[in-house]
């Protein structure tokens, strides 16, 4: 019988982890924003560190997702719910290291955390099935992915808020009490069922095999690399929003910065439902244009500088703190903002047929491997997004000029998957 408490247990414990893996992130990042304000670093090493950093968290899904797809499989899901957390929270504590033994114990700790979601990632998926009846399963899998959302955007705007505000050791202090909450509500959970008779040779050869087999066939290898160009993109723009944000935009703080990619996933999300309401499954006709729009709007945000768009509308409401010192709390930028809300809607227009098309088209048999190598593709993206943000810093290219080259790669991308079997239905 399926245990009635472990789906809301699931819910609430998803949403506080994916919480607490931006919220840790934004706690990271932010001090490398606090510490270029300061004049302690220069705007080339804030933005080196951040690409580093933010592509941290990606590299276990890579390295590691065979392994996590085989304990997932052979083990109780509960038990990699739970451990998941708990490899979050030893991370947590190494990143607390760095406030008295150096900055640089927030690399190890934030690549554990990265470790714990890992393993976390397959099981909130794969237990599915398992705690609740077939009928069920498509509401829950987008209610996981709704709470998903939104965490990713309270927890960056979450943790901005607390790292401009607080001490860092309050914040790794909060960050910790939210992997715990998340961790103990796991231990609660009723234990689902392991197969002792799956072995790891052979989890792994199924991975590797299915994964081949996607990239052979005419259709789905191209549907995939039109996936992951969707994450490179956003990867890349968000690498990218610290810098800007500062050196361009000319934001306040953290908490601002955090902002711009709450305006981005906006218009993601209004591009989702739109895509989900005019177009049919396996229609892929529009892809390409959706894909030259989203170029487009890259080169739309790359013009905000040399415009001067960025002052369009600036508002700033100031406040006086009790020594009688003026800070920044509001900065309104409406012509940014429209911006990214179109980037977001064309970026949502282009993914949302590719995904679909996806599940739709691929094996029913085999749709859980098929997820795999999707997320292991679209991680892939995302570390090779933080590539092309690096190789910018170092060319001497500006924030802006990264969304020229970004829009740039989008534009090779589309112009390569013009091939009639990918976007004939």
């Keep these: 019988m399926k245990s009635s ?71 109780a899901k509960t038990s990699w719910l739970a451990g998941g957390n708990l490899l979050k929270l030893l991370g947590t504590a190494v990143c607390a290291l760095s406030i008295g ?44 992915e709704l709470l998903t959302l939104l965490a990713i955007l309270t927890g960056a705007i979450g943790g901005a808020v607390i790292v401009d505000r607080l001490p860092v050791g309050a914040c790794y202090a909060i960050v910790g009490a939210i992997f715990s909450t998340s961790f103990l509500l796991n231990l609660v959970m009723t234990r689902t069922p392991s197969d002792p008779a799956i072995r790891l040779r052979q989890s792994v050869g199924e991975f590797f095999g299915h994964f081949g087999g996607m990239f052979r066939g005419p259709r789905l290898g191209k549907i995939l690399i039109g996936t992951a160009l969707f994450w490179v993109c956003g990867a890349a723009m968000k690498i990218n929003f610290q810098a800007w944000g500062l050196d361009v935009l000319k934001l306040p703080n953290n908490t601002q910065i955090a902002l711009l990619g709450l305006w981005l996933s906006v218009g993601v999300m209004a591009g989702s439902l739109a895509a989900g309401k005019f177009y049919h499954v396996s ?5 390409r244009p959706y894909g030259f729009l989203l170029a487009g709007t ?22 006086t703190q009790a020594n009688g010192a003026k800070s920044v709390t509001l900065v309104i930028l409406p012509a940014v903002m429209a911006l990214l809300v179109g980037a977001g809607i064309a970026a949502g227009l282009f993914l949302i047929p590719l995904n679909a098309a996806l599940q739709s088209e691929s094996d029913p048999n085999k749709l859980g491997k098929t997820i795999a190598v999707q997320n292991f593709c679209d991680n892939v993206g995302m570390i090779l997004a933080g590539g092309l943000v690096f190789a910018c810093v170092k060319l001497g290219l500006s924030a802006s000029q990264v969304f020229l080259a970004l829009a740039g790669l989008v534009v090779a991308v589309v112009l390569w998957l013009r091939i009639p079997k990918l976007i004939a239905h």
């Design 5 to 75: 408490r472990n789906y809301p247990l699931l819910l609430l414990s998803q949403f506080l982890g994916a919480f607490g893996d931006n919220a840790i992130l934004a706690v990271i990042v932010g001090q490398l924003t606090l510490l270029a304000k300061a004049g302690q670093i220069t705007s080339e090493e804030l933005r080196t560190r951040s690409t580093i950093y933010t592509s941290i968290l990606f590299l276990p899904y890579i390295l590691l997702a065979p392994l996590a797809g085989f304990l997932n499989d052979r083990y």
């Design 298 to 319: 890259l080169l739309a945000v790359f013009a905000v500088e040399p415009l001067g768009f960025q002052e369009f509308g600036r508002q700033a409401i100031e406040s």
């Design 101 to 144: 033994f150096g900055y640089i114990w927030q690399a190890p700790g934030y690549f554990i955390v990265g470790i714990g979601s890992a393993f976390y990632g397959p099981a909130k998926y794969g237990i599915l099935p398992e705690i609740l009846p077939r009928e069920r399963l498509v509401k829950a899998n987008g209610m996981v």
């Design 283 to 287: 229609d892929l006709r529009h892809a």
